[in-house]
């Protein structure tokens, strides 16, 4: 879903390329305001696991958090030709599966071109478009910028740029309507050049845990994927996930495996709001969230249930 707002920025949230900025700027509030009663709906109220990680002081005889023994997943949906025709109108009689087939092989170019993106600062309003330059131009260049947030209450919410290329989201995210077209722009042909790109702002439950998907997107990388939702490398001569629970067990406490599981959580409630149906994303998510929860488990001597 894209989610019209005016916010300021923040940089908690470090983006999948850091925009080299590195700056904030100030934008006015959001005139849309969400009720708590549809708030605790969204998130579960205190049944929700990011209630119990703010609220839970591990390890207790008494601290009971309920978290789901295994990540639903969503009815399948593919993406929508007419979204992906708009992306890439050379593309329009290409299968799907073709298309995400054939952006594996440059996805790991594109994500280079993306980490050399710079932008220049922001101030006051968001605006609709944003002047960045180019420093890497040996593969297709960023077709817009993601200006990502949550929904949540306050005077103000934080956003964070991601350069992104549209064909890669629409060849991706089943829920996510068609990008605005890009306007014609020269295309630069030394490094350095800058470009304008369309700013979209974009309301996803976890905005901090976005660079873990947006990565994987470009790279298909499940090992690096599963790597990053750990808190440390779990190498054991037990290759089972009991084995790999029990080794984060032994070096981790439970609030710092609680604090990974939310990340897991986040990532997967980014994935199901975007329909994303990778089946190599689903696995590492299906598989990390077993072995924390194992692990969180064993430090705290509830079984999971």
């Not at 993406?79 to 073709?98: F, G, I, W």
């Not at 932008?119 to 593969?139: G, H, M, Y």
């Not at 996510?176 to 490094?191: E, F, N, R």
């Not at 490398?233 to 629970?245: F, R």
């Amino acid at each position: 879903m894209i989610c019209q707002t005016s916010s300021r920025f923040g940089s908690e949230n470090t983006p999948p390329i850091a925009l080299a900025s590195g700056k904030s700027a100030k934008a006015c509030n959001c005139r849309h305001t969400v009720s708590r009663r549809r708030r605790d709906r969204a998130l579960g109220g205190i049944h929700h696991p990011r209630y119990a990680i703010e609220n839970a002081s591990l390890p207790t005889a008494t601290t009971s958090i309920s978290l789901p023994r295994r990540l639903a997943r969503p009815q399948f949906r593919d993406v929508s030709a007419d979204t992906l025709k708009l992306a890439a109108p050379e593309l329009a009689n290409a299968h799907p599966d073709y298309i995400r087939d054939k952006l594996a092989n440059f996805g790991p170019e594109m994500l280079r071109v993306l980490s050399g993106v710079e932008a220049q600062p922001v101030t006051n309003k968001l605006p609709r478009e944003l002047s960045v330059i180019i420093n890497d131009i040996s593969s297709d260049l960023p077709t817009h910028l993601l200006a990502v947030y949550s929904r949540q209450h306050g005077p103000h919410r934080r956003l964070t740029l991601f350069p992104t290329h549209n064909i890669m989201l629409a060849a991706h995210c089943t829920n996510l309507p068609a990008l605005p077209t890009q306007k014609a722009t020269s295309i630069p042909d030394v490094a350095g050049s800058s470009i304008t790109l369309p700013i979209i702002p974009l309301c996803i439950p976890s905005p901090e845990t976005f660079p873990h998907l947006s990565r994987f997107i470009y790279t298909k990388r499940v090992d690096e994927l599963y790597s990053s939702l750990l808190p440390r490398s779990t190498s054991t001569a037990d290759p089972s996930n009991e084995g790999h629970s029990a080794a984060l067990a032994a070096m981790c406490t439970s609030q710092t495996l609680l604090t990974h599981v939310m990340t897991v959580h986040g990532l997967w409630m980014n994935v199901c709001a975007l329909g994303i149906f990778d089946e190599g994303l689903w696995h590492t998510m299906d598989v990390a969230w077993e072995v924390l929860l194992g692990a969180l488990a064993i430090t705290t001597g509830k079984p999971v249930a």
